[in-house]
């Protein structure tokens, strides 16, 4: 994300997102009772196209809404802001309008209290690096090929090899598999292709592409999985930290993984609204972890200003990856604490 005007965290500013990652930052850093401005395109009605029920010319105006509500499809890279307009046409004055936020559009925010999270959000969207790690997972039958997001991991393709069982072993033709494979990557946007995988195949794979001087780097690890399972193990590992131990995913797979080991222990960890508020309110949090769709509420808002007042860091979790999920589990509220405490 560029920041193109103004100064980060005051009044006004204008941020370019560059891409879907962005975009999901966005729909994080915007919340209800932001003010946002951008320029829409309206249809401008004319008496004989209404009578010759003709399609009319759309003209950009630009405009203020309120948000209300924020919709983020990470499928067609479009965030929507909803809201009613308080500066712009007369027409369109105290009335609900979208706008459809797209990579490359300028964005303007206004008069938002920007709190500790947002503020973290900003900064992570304006420093971020896409590192542009792509995973192949395989084995001699199957593939999948995954791409790894600020807010998840994307399909990009599933490939079969023609081979199933001893009877197909004759006609198994390894090279066009591989060729197929080689296909479905990305034209642009790879740093780093992962190949993830049991057996040999894997190792072959890598030779193979190796040899056609792609402008990547290319890394192999065993994996007993072949499905997106094996992305997220692999996230957990210690080759990770020399790969992709910055990405936003690995982050939150080692806060999760942290997590998890507490509670299991019934050491220094808690979840649940409650009693995250209440430990909140006692100063024993050092991190509060929170999925996104809970970051947006009131009584999200309410944790993270606790948070803000006592100095605990927080994490906002994407739901749309697997630590996400697991944390909606734990009630969508968790932290990790400074020491122990008996609640």
């Known amino acids: 994300m560029r920041l193109v005007e103004g100064k980060k965290f005051s009044d006004f500013v204008v941020v370019v997102p560059d891409d879907d990652n962005d975009l999901w ?3 994080n850093i915007i919340v209800r ?60 004055m105290n009335e609900h309008q979208s706008i459809n936020i797209a990579p490359g559009d300028r964005i303007e925010i206004r008069d938002k209290r920007w709190d500790q999270a947002s503020r973290h959000m900003l900064n992570e969207s304006l420093e971020r690096v896409d590192r542009g790690t792509v995973f192949v997972a395989l084995d001699d039958e199957s ?16 490939l079969y090899s023609g081979k199933s069982g001893k009877m197909f072993e004759s006609k198994f033709d390894e090279k066009g598999y591989f060729e197929e494979i080689a296909g479905a990557l990305p034209r642009t ?46 996230l957990q590992s210690d080759e990770a ?51 996104e769709d809970e970051f947006r509420t009131d009584r999200g808002r309410e944790i993270l200003d606790l948070a803000e007042q006592t100095g605990a860091e927080p994490f906002i979790f994407s739901t749309r990856d697997d630590p996400g999920i697991v944390l909606g589990k734990f009630g969508r509220f968790a932290a990790l604490l400074r020491y122990r405490v008996n609640y």
């Open 25 to 27: 930052y966005l729909s």
């Open 33 to 92: 009772g932001d003010s946002v401005g951008s320029v829409v395109f309206r249809r401008e009605e004319r008496k004989e196209d209404m009578i010759r029920a003709k399609e009319t010319d759309r003209k950009p105006v630009h405009i203020i809404i309120v948000t209300e509500k924020l919709e983020f499809m990470s499928f067609t890279d479009k965030l929507k802001v909803l809201g009613v307009v308080t500066e712009g046409p007369e027409d369109l």
């Open 143 to 158: 593939s999948s090929i995954f791409q790894l997001r600020t807010y998840g991991i994307n399909v990009i393709a599933k």
């Open 189 to 234: 946007g790879i740093n780093t292709l992962v190949i993830l995988g049991p057996g040999m195949t894997r190792n072959r794979l890598r030779e193979y592409l190796s040899g056609r001087n792609l402008p990547f780097s290319i890394e192999s690890f065993p994996s007993d999985r072949t499905d997106e399972g094996s992305v997220y193990a692999f």
């Open 241 to 291: 930290e020399r790969i992709v131990s910055q990405s936003r995913l690995a982050i939150e797979q080692k806060l999760l993984e942290s997590f998890l080991k507490e509670v299991s222990r019934s050491g220094s960890a808690a979840y649940g609204f409650d009693t995250v508020k209440d430990l909140l309110s006692r100063s024993a949090v050092d991190k509060v972890l929170i999925t």
